[in-house]
Every structure is written in C-alpha cells, then in structure tokens.
C-alpha cells in the first residue's frame, strides 16, 4: 500500500503544481483540465482551464491535486506535506525554494531528531514540513 497527497486547491492548481515541479524536481505525468474532460459541457465555461485532475511525478511517490469549486474549497489545516530528505543541503534547497513569498512557521536548522528540520505554509497556503533525519 502506498499513500498518496491529494491537496486541493481555490483556483490555482496549475501554477501550484508547475512550481512544485521545479522545487521537488519531479515531472507532471499528467494534468486534464475540466474543459479536456469528457463532461466538460456539462461545466460552466469560467472553469474550463480549472484543474480537474494533476499528478507529479517524484520517483516513488506521487503528489496529486485539483481545484475545489468555489463552494467546496477548504482552506487546509490539521496536516502538513512531509518531505523526507537525505543531504541537508538539498534539505535547505528545497525548503527555502517552497518557502519563496509564503511563510516560514520554524526556519530550518538542526533538531535533536534531525540534521536539518523545518515547517512552511507555501505560497499556495499548502503546510509543508522539510526533514533531513540523521544517519543512524
């Protein structure tokens, strides 16, 4: 069994996930709007370029998403995105990457659990959490 993310989005899904892209360095294998869709006569034509469906590639792990309806969107909480890195400098790479014009809720350092440890909500109000854990 493997467990996949599935973060919604208010409209912006396309740009989340193209920036997602470069900061994991992950390849989008597939992206179908509402208007690509075969039900798109049945969507109103404002959400033709929405995201009914996207999904990036990371090797062995997948990241998915969509845009919610306005009616149906939640702002997230109660999770965070948890990336398990190795090297602490790709560690600090990709968070300040993520972190670009969001907000950084504990700047990333060294922890007693951790060589490098940080938490950030992204540009796009997605929780993430960056660990570089050490070796044993």
Not at 122 to 134: A, E, R, S
Request: proline content about 5%.
């Amino acid at each position: 069994m493997k467990i996949n993310s599935y973060l919604n989005f208010n409209g912006n899904c396309q740009e989340a996930f193209k920036f997602y892209e470069q900061c994991l360095g992950g390849k989008i294998v597939m992206m179908l709007t509402h208007g690509d869709a075969p039900t798109a006569e049945h969507i109103p034509t404002l959400w033709h370029d929405k995201i009914m469906h996207v999904c990036l590639d990371l090797g062995d792990q997948l990241l998915m998403g969509s845009d919610s309806p306005p009616d149906y969107f939640e702002t997230p909480q109660g999770f965070y995105v948890q990336l398990s890195i190795e090297e602490p400098d790709q560690a600090e790479r990709i968070f300040y990457a993520l972190a670009e014009n969001g907000k950084v809720k504990m700047a990333i350092d060294q922890t007693f659990w951790s060589v490098r440890f940080g938490m950030l909500v992204d540009q796009f109000g997605i929780p993430w959490m960056v660990n570089c854990q050490k070796t044993a």
